[in-house]
């Protein structure tokens, strides 16, 4: 029996809560990792699993098991992390998940400039507005911008962007220009979906909340920035999305000394001892490049 994996099949199903969704994730079938848990219990003289129709759950002496086997999955992981460092080059695969907008725009670019720099990188992008838990899905570094950060995570604070409102000078000389938040009122205001709630801006003598009614939602950030760049009206838009626009003259701040509420990034993972030289590599990326988009 090969027991370093039959303890990543029995981790992975409590982290899991069942024995077909490790079979997917390893590429093989429910009895061949069934068969592996079963060894391993029999290995360790103790039932590991109780298992239901609908999911598995640790023993008691399976609760206990699942510290140590952690810990020397881990161990091994640095192990043999240490042994590709002595050569000083990130290798192997990284995943790294982030919201859809953000990934589009922004992380693309940086993770094929990862590749180019690491050759023996592999990179995994995954795009999702949900949040994509690290544990359960095997996440390496997950880019999480507002919500509740779990507290058995590690996370990082990566940036802060402010919310700026923005036009085109196309739609600006047809429509005017707002002098006052309250002249928001009056023009298309392009909102990222939901309801038609308050408009909290702030400027040097505090907040401002504006009531504004919006004929035009999208929840997509990225087809929001382009109903604004097509001159469809003004909206808030995070400072990464539109700083490089807001330099080259697509685009123009709307009320400039107003912002709207920040966007807050923190990066997450898995708590270990170590991150994988690979891991390094990419986390030192991101902490370089985006504060300053």
């Not at 409590?14 to 994730?25: C, D, K, M, P, W």
């Not at 709630?197 to 401002?208: E, K, M, P, S, Y």
């Not at 270990?272 to 902490?287: F, Y």
């Amino acid at each position: 029996m090969d027991r370093l994996k039959a303890m990543g099949a029995f981790v992975r199903a409590v982290e899991l809560g069942s024995i077909s969704a490790v079979a997917r994730e390893m590429g093989t079938t429910q009895p061949t990792v069934s068969k592996l848990v079963a060894a391993l219990e029999g290995s360790v003289g103790v039932r590991l699993l109780e298992r239901s129709s609908f999911r598995v759950l640790p023993t008691d002496e399976g609760v206990r098991f699942l510290v140590s086997a952690k810990q020397l999955l881990e161990a091994y992981d640095e192990a043999v992390s240490d042994l590709g460092d002595r050569v000083r080059t990130p290798r192997g695969p990284v995943r790294v998940a982030a919201p859809v907008a953000l990934g589009e725009l922004r992380l693309n670019s940086l993770m094929l400039q990862a590749l180019e720099e690491f050759p023996l990188l592999q990179i995994e992008l995954v795009l999702e507005d949900r949040f994509v838990d690290p544990v359960e899905e095997r996440i390496d570094l997950a880019v999480r911008i507002g919500g509740a950060l779990p507290p058995d995570l590690v996370a990082r604070q990566l940036a802060i962007w402010p919310r700026y409102l923005v036009a085109t000078r196309e739609y600006l000389k047809q429509h005017g220009r707002p002098r006052r938040p309250e002249d928001l009122a009056k023009h298309r205001y392009l909102r990222y979906g939901g309801r038609d709630d308050a408009v909290v801006l702030t400027g040097r003598a505090g907040d401002v909340s504006v009531v504004i009614s919006s004929r035009y939602r999208v929840n997509s950030a990225v087809a929001l920035l382009q109903a604004v760049q097509s001159s469809a009206g003004i909206a808030l838009q995070p400072s990464w999305m539109v700083n490089e626009l807001l330099r080259d003259g697509s685009l123009v701040r709307v009320l400039p000394q107003w912002t709207g509420p920040s966007q807050t990034a923190h990066l997450v993972h898995a708590p270990r001892r170590r991150q994988p030289m690979r891991v390094q590599a990419v986390m030192a990326l991101l902490l370089a490049h985006m504060p300053n988009w």
